[in-house]
């Protein structure tokens, strides 16, 4: 090659005229192979593969004859000891070679070809959606139990559906089976149509989930052990805690023990936090609702009422050293405070949020409510 006016390329016309033939002549070559039975190649080396070898050899041997370009040049040069040359060889050839198999697939004849098989769980996948989708329709569906009935007939009539069934009948897995995810985990349990269903431990990660699943999802009882070592053992439903649960800490401690929603405390449930404070209530999607009394770490008692994580309703305030107040809260607001008079054994004067807000001039502002202990 020149930097200046001159030619572009050393190589004559003769020379690219030459390695042009030769090119055509071996692309020629190559698709009067595809009707042709395909030359055995250890099944690394693909059709294009080799014609494109041939070609460059032909174009290379050209090149060197007219003096263009160095015998030296023609040899690749490996840099050190081939190390990354043989990652990529052995990350992508597994990879090379389905792919050329298939392609290979496409050149024999119709009756020698090796038949494809749709991966029975994706398949099951499939037909349980199907399925769920019928049962969504069929129970927003107002017009009677006539037209749900015809619903779930179209579907089961259904060609599609009907040969999905057969396959997954004939050739998917059903029973007790091992599925190895490599240095990541395994399962080993029982399983449907190639889907995880019935009894079986699950390793993932350092993570083990051993208990029920249904549709490769995590559904009835089950224990799940994380790799910080907190466990929660209790129900599941769609790979979330649902029903019954109860938390433990690395330390073995139950730390909640109650009720869940879809993956989040709801209804009755007892937790323990880390600062020695106690709850037990009710929830609602994961926070403090409706009535529950917590129990202080100093000893003091709130029972009232919550809504949606803050106080909202009446609460009453058992104090260590015996004192006890009544207080009403709105959305987390306090808006009155009464305290409990042991002489009297009577609560005081209610101390109001609007009347704390007036101006200590007026003439109804509480002087005397301020004086109750809080």
Known sequence: ??????????????????????????????????????????????????????????????????????????????????KAEQRIVNKYSAAVQDCDAASANS???????????????DLAAAVKQDLDDVLRRSSANSKGKE????????????????????????????????????????????????MRHGKGRHEFRQEIYEGEWKWDKRHGWGTLSKSDGTQTKGEWQSNKP????????????????GEFHAGKRHGLGRQVFENGDMYDGGWHAGRHND???YYFANGDKLYGMWKRGVYDGIGMFHYADGSISRRVYKDGLL????????????????????????????????????????
């Open 1 to 82: 090659l020149e930097t200046g006016g001159g030619p572009r390329c050393a190589m004559d016309e003769s020379g690219a005229t030459a390695a042009v033939a030769a090119a055509l002549a071996e692309a020629d070559a190559a698709s009067s192979a595809v009707n042709a039975p395909r030359p055995k190649t250890g099944g690394s080396e693909s059709l294009l593969g080799h014609a494109l070898g041939r070609t460059l050899q032909s174009f290379s041997q050209q090149s060197m004859h007219s003096g263009v370009i160095s015998p030296d040049a023609v040899t690749p040069k490996r840099s050190g000891n081939g």
């Open 107 to 121: 050149f024999v004849p119709l009756d020698d070809r090796r038949v494809m098989t749709p991966h029975d769980r």
């Open 147 to 194: 037209s749900n009935t015809k619903t779930w007939d179209g579907l089961f009539e259904g060609e599609d559906f009907q040969k999905r069934m057969q396959f997954l009948c004939r050739h998917s897995q059903t029973g007790h089976f091992v599925e190895e995810y490599g240095t990541d985990g395994s399962y080993e349990g029982e399983f449907l149509y190639g």
């Open 242 to 257: 649902h029903g019954f649960v109860s938390l433990t800490d690395k330390e073995g401690k139950v730390v909640y023990e």
């Open 291 to 293: 009535r529950g009394v």
């Open 335 to 374: 808006m009155s405070a009464q305290d409990y008079d042991a002489a009297s054994q009577r609560f005081g004067k209610a101390l109001t949020r609007a009347g704390t807000q007036k101006h200590s001039g007026d003439v109804d502002f509480p002087s005397d409510g301020l004086l109750c202990t809080a």
